[in-house]
Nanobody
Framework: QVQLVESGGGLVQPGGSLGLSCAAS????????MTWYRQAPGKQRELVAT???????NYADSVKGRFTISRDNAKNTVYLQMNSLKPEDTAVYYC?????????????WGQGTQVTVSS
């Protein structure tokens, strides 16, 4: 059974930094794209940043220059470093990964981790 387990959320003051990680575990053949999404109260889930197997990254305009996505393929882990955090970054952050299991490729989701930016 494939699982994505996130860690690193919490409370931080505006202008502060926080790092998230998401590790895949279980039996699988390969992991393709890995993506961070977020969902604020009363809003739709939105893409924050995505990274390919080769390390090519793309970001939402709202986080460009402040957030950095990276991955360690040997550890099956994706990271999100968040700097210069703003109150509007407050949301539940979800990890998503496209994983191949027995020749079937599908998206898996983590359980979500709360990030709160407040003074």
């Amino acid at each position: 059974q494939v699982q994505l387990v996130e860690s690193g959320g919490g409370l931080v003051q505006p202008g502060g930094s926080l790092g998230l990680s998401c590790a895949a575990s279980g039996r699988f053949f390969s992991i393709n794209g890995m993506t961070w999404y977020r969902q604020a109260p009363g809003k739709q889930r939105e893409l924050v940043a995505t990274i390919s197997t080769g390390g090519s990254a793309n970001y939402a305009d709202s986080v460009k220059g402040r957030f950095t996505i990276s991955r360690d393929n040997a550890k099956n882990t994706v990271y999100l470093q968040m700097n210069s955090l703003k109150p509007e970054d407050t949301a539940v952050y979800y990890c998503n990964a496209i994983i191949s299991v027995d020749a079937v490729r599908r998206a898996y989701w983590g359980q979500g981790t709360q990030v709160t930016v407040s003074s």
